[in-house]
Structure formats: structure tokens, C-alpha cells
């Protein structure tokens, strides 16, 4: 049963603390996407990495957060430092193809005090 | 700004009616349309999907309609079951990048027994 898988689900830090959330996308899919959902603004697209090269960041805050993918079964969000308003769910998603669909895991739900 | 929009955050049907959840979209380079299904706890998972030129396509008891003149979209399910009770999102994205999906804030779905 192939699926994407996140870690944390779940993490509560206070503000000003590194956040590092992990992302394992599905065996063999090549494009790996971080998304964030807020109440505001539904579902918003951070970054996408292909073959482990970054294509697209521009949805990130590049003060504080990166995004990384030391090798093809591993992606890597960070936040340093965290602030309240970054508090949300943040999920990954991997696809196969250029026109294939994106999976998504379960999320992480981040809680910054 | 964004460019898929759900207008209406929330919708209640009882069971064995039609549901009907709408989007509208502003980019007019937009050439193919998704639907994603979301439950508490878990990431979105694909629906169905439309391509700009159809104006229709039925999967079981979904059906997506485009409406390229009015940039607009819905999504009927016919007949609704409670298990349809979920959050869902519009997506689109254009042919000049196949990876990078614009989501609409979500719509929830409650159908009543």
C-alpha cells in the first residue's frame, strides 16, 4: 500500500524554536510538493522539488523557512525560527509523472505558542 | 490573490440528495481541473478531474461540469451518502506547468441521515 508519509503529526513548540518537519514520498515518484493549509487561504503551495532539485520556492517566507531533499526517499521542511503565524497543517504530496496526480500524506499540524 | 475560488465554505444535504459545490476560477490559462476529497486527520485525495475540453465527466455517483465562458465549475454528487462528509478543493493548473496546482479554500460537505 504505497503512500506518503509525514512526521511529526503533530508538534507544539513555542515561538522562536527550529521546526523540522519530515516527508517520505511514495517509492519511485520523482516531483515531491510542500503545501500549507490555513483557514484564510485553503491550500497553499510552498515548494516542489523534481529529482531532488528545487523547480519552485516562491511560496515560501525565505527568512525563516527551507525546504530540502538530502536524497530521494527523504524531504525536509524547516522553520527557524517559528513564529504563531506559522502555526497550520502543513502536508506533503508526491507525484509520478509530469501529468500524473499529486498524493498527499496525513500532514503535520503545527501549533506555534 | 487567488485564483480559485470557493465561495461558499460550507454545504448541508440530506442523504439522498443531490450535492452541488461550485468554483470559479479567474486565469483563463487554466486547462484542466481536479476535485480533491479531504477528512479530518487526513491528506486530500483525488476525485476527479476535468480536462478544458470536455464540459463533463461522470465517475459513479460524481460529475464535474466546466463552464469555460463563465471560468466556473461544480461538482454534483448524486445520490449523497454520509460517508461524502468531508472538506473539498478545487484545483487547477495550466498546461505550461503540469505540477503547479492552485487550490480553492475548500468546501464542507455534511450530508444528513
Known amino acids: 500500500d504505497a503512500r506518503v508519509t509525514q512526521t511529526p503529526r503533530h508538534k507544539v513548540t513555542e515561538m522562536g524554536q527550529e521546526v523540522t518537519m519530515r516527508c517520505q514520498p511514495i517509492?519511485?515518484?520523482?516531483?515531491v510538493f510542500w503545501y500549507r493549509q490555513t483557514m484564510m487561504q485553503g491550500l497553499e503551495l510552498l515548494a516542489y522539488?523534481?529529482?531532488?532539485?528545487?523547480?519552485?520556492d516562491s511560496g515560501m517566507p525565505k527568512d525563516r523557512f527551507s525546504a530540502e531533499m538530502p536524497d530521494a526517499t527523504l524531504a525536509t521542511l524547516k522553520i527557524q525560527p517559528s513564529e504563531p503565524r506559522d502555526s497550520a497543517v502543513y502536508f506533503c504530496?508526491?507525484?509520478?509523472?509530469?501529468?500524473?496526480?499529486?498524493?498527499f500524506g496525513p500532514g503535520t499540524r503545527l501549533t506555534v505558542l | 490573490d487567488q485564483q480559485v475560488k470557493q465561495n461558499s465554505p460550507s454545504l448541508s444535504v440530506q442523504e439522498g440528495r443531490i450535492s452541488i459545490l461550485n468554483c470559479d476560477y479567474t486565469?483563463?490559462?487554466?486547462?484542466?481541473f481536479l476535485w480533491y476529497k479531504k477528512y479530518p486527520a487526513e491528506g486530500p485525495t483525488f476525485l476527479i478531474s476535468?480536462?478544458?475540453?470536455?464540459d463533463k465527466n461522470e465517475d459513479g455517483r460524481f460529475t464535474v461540469f466546466l463552464n469555460k465562458s463563465a471560468k466556473h465549475l461544480s461538482l454534483h454528487i448524486v445520490p449523497s451518502q454520509p460517508g461524502d462528509s468531508a472538506v473539498y478543493f478545487c484545483?487547477?493548473?495550466?498546461?505550461?506547468?503540469?505540477?503547479?496546482?492552485?487550490f480553492g479554500s475548500g468546501t464542507k460537505l455534511n450530508v444528513k441521515p
Open positions: 504530496a508526491s507525484s509520478g509523472t509530469e501529468t500524473d496526480t499529486q498524493y
Open positions: 486565469n483563463s490559462m487554466f486547462d484542466y
Open positions: 484545483a487547477a493548473r495550466t498546461r505550461y506547468n503540469f505540477n503547479k496546482f492552485y
Open positions: 517509492l519511485g515518484h520523482n516531483t
Open positions: 522539488f523534481r529529482n531532488r532539485a528545487p523547480l519552485d
Open positions: 476535468i480536462s478544458s475540453i470536455k
